[in-house]
């Protein structure tokens, strides 16, 4: 009874300490929804500037504990259950040739953003993000690299800064494509598989894929979704490639331990989350779960960028200069680049 009475205890004052923080990146998430409804914009963005706006309240005792639950726990979370809205045969439906076009894409893209940090002089954590959020799913995947990034050493940018540079950036251009894309593919008179492989391939957020895709035709929409979701399960295996490519310097010398715990230790948790929700969903075992998981989903990630922008100010984000934003603009325009060279290969519609 008296472990029990501990327990409880310590869990009442966990909550008492992280509420005050998580209630506020509650009203920012649901201040951002309410107004990216309005006005038909994006909700992560407006999260991000929202939480950025209320930076002052982020180093405040009272709710210094509840940010930082959100914009690292929650926020994990949240890119893991992404892997609820992957199945296998629909990445295995769009045949190996583009299954080798979006293959290229990516590792082109994401070595792009490393050679243009270093050109730009920019950290090279910053080429990583800029190039992983390209390649893959924008903001969501600029979060979830950011993760397994180490900490900034003195005299660096921190790594939470690079991570809502690239998020907004990545947002406002993902915002620009869905306007712009489709009047490329008509003006190209890309087929609808043509038409559905360069928006799918190239756009970074999911919302603006779908949209962009289904403004052509129900057929270039099909298929730049099913695109969007190649690139979205990639997600794993990217941010699996940047953990082990950070970790593995600092274990020179020691000896190989064990190959789970060696796993354990390079894997983050929310990586075998996503891998297990994709491969549940494969099996047909989330059918009723699919759409509560993608909401739970959403939410995470609404309150986790809201955390993240509330470590953040405006100073720190402009004193991050036109550097990042050219290298945001680049890779954007090598991914569309490939993607759009692959799609008039497919001929016209």
């Known amino acids: 009874m008296l472990a029990r009475a501990a327990f409880f205890d310590a869990q009442g004052q966990a909550l008492r300490r992280v509420w005050p923080g998580w209630a506020t990146c509650v009203l920012i998430a649901?201040?951002?929804?309410?107004?990216?409804?309005?006005?038909?914009?994006?909700?992560?963005l407006y999260a991000l500037l929202f939480g950025t706006a209320l930076h002052c309240q982020s180093p405040e005792d009272r709710t210094a504990a509840g940010v930082e639950f959100c914009s690292r726990t929650l926020l994990?979370?949240?890119?893991?259950?992404?892997?609820?809205?992957?199945?296998?045969?629909?990445?295995?439906?769009?045949?190996?040739?583009?299954?080798?076009?979006?293959?290229?894409?990516?590792?082109?893209?994401?070595?792009?953003?490393?050679?243009?940090?270093?050109?730009?002089?920019?950290?090279?954590?910053?080429?990583?993000?800029?190039?992983?959020?390209?390649?893959?799913?924008?903001?969501?995947?600029?979060?979830?690299?950011?993760?397994?990034?180490?900490r900034?050493?003195?005299?660096?940018?921190?790594?939470?800064?690079?991570?809502?540079?690239?998020?907004?950036?990545a947002t406002l251009l993902s915002t620009a494509a869905m306007v712009a894309y489709p009047l490329i593919a008509r003006q190209l008179h890309l087929s609808a598989a043509g038409a559905g492989l360069f928006i799918g391939g190239s756009?970074?957020?999911?919302?603006?894929?779908?949209?962009?895709?289904?403004?052509?035709?129900?057929?270039?929409?099909?298929?730049?979704?099913l695109v969007k979701l190649l690139r979205v399960?990639?997600?794993?295996?990217?941010?699996?490639?940047?953990?082990?490519?950070?970790?593995?310097?600092?274990?020179?010398?020691?000896?190989p331990p064990a190959l789970m715990l060696r796993l354990r230790g390079l894997v983050p948790g929310f990586l075998w989350l996503f891998v297990?929700?994709?491969?549940?969903?494969?099996?047909?075992?989330?059918?009723?779960?699919?759409?509560?998981?993608?909401?739970?989903?959403?939410?995470?990630?609404?309150?986790?960028?809201a955390g993240l922008g509330m470590k953040t100010s405006f100073l720190r984000l402009a004193s991050a200069g036109w550097r990042p934003v050219l290298l945001m603009l680049a890779t954007s325009a090598w991914l569309a680049g490939v993607s759009l060279a692959a799609a008039c290969g497919l001929g016209p519609r």
């Open 30 to 44: 649901l201040a951002a929804s309410f107004v990216a409804a309005l006005h038909q914009g994006p909700p992560m």
């Open 76 to 150: 994990r979370l949240g890119v893991g259950l992404l892997g609820a809205r992957i199945t296998w045969e629909q990445v295995a439906g769009l045949g190996w040739p583009t299954v080798l076009v979006v293959l290229g894409a990516v590792a082109s893209t994401l070595a792009c953003g490393w050679w243009l940090a270093k050109a730009l002089r920019l950290p090279w954590m910053l080429g990583v993000l800029a190039g992983g959020a390209t390649a893959i799913c924008g903001a969501s995947a600029a979060l979830a690299i950011a993760a397994v990034l180490p």
């Open 152 to 169: 900034a050493r003195d005299g660096e940018t921190p790594t939470e800064q690079h991570g809502l540079v690239v998020a907004v950036m």
């Open 203 to 225: 756009i970074h957020d999911v919302a603006q894929v779908i949209v962009a895709g289904y403004a052509i035709s129900p057929a270039a929409g099909d298929t730049a979704s």
């Open 233 to 255: 399960s990639l997600l794993v295996v990217v941010v699996l490639g940047v953990s082990l490519a950070c970790r593995a310097p600092g274990q020179a010398g020691q000896q």
């Open 276 to 305: 297990a929700l994709a491969a549940l969903n494969s099996l047909g075992c989330l059918h009723l779960l699919q759409e509560p998981l993608n909401v739970a989903s959403r939410a995470c990630l609404m309150l986790g960028v």
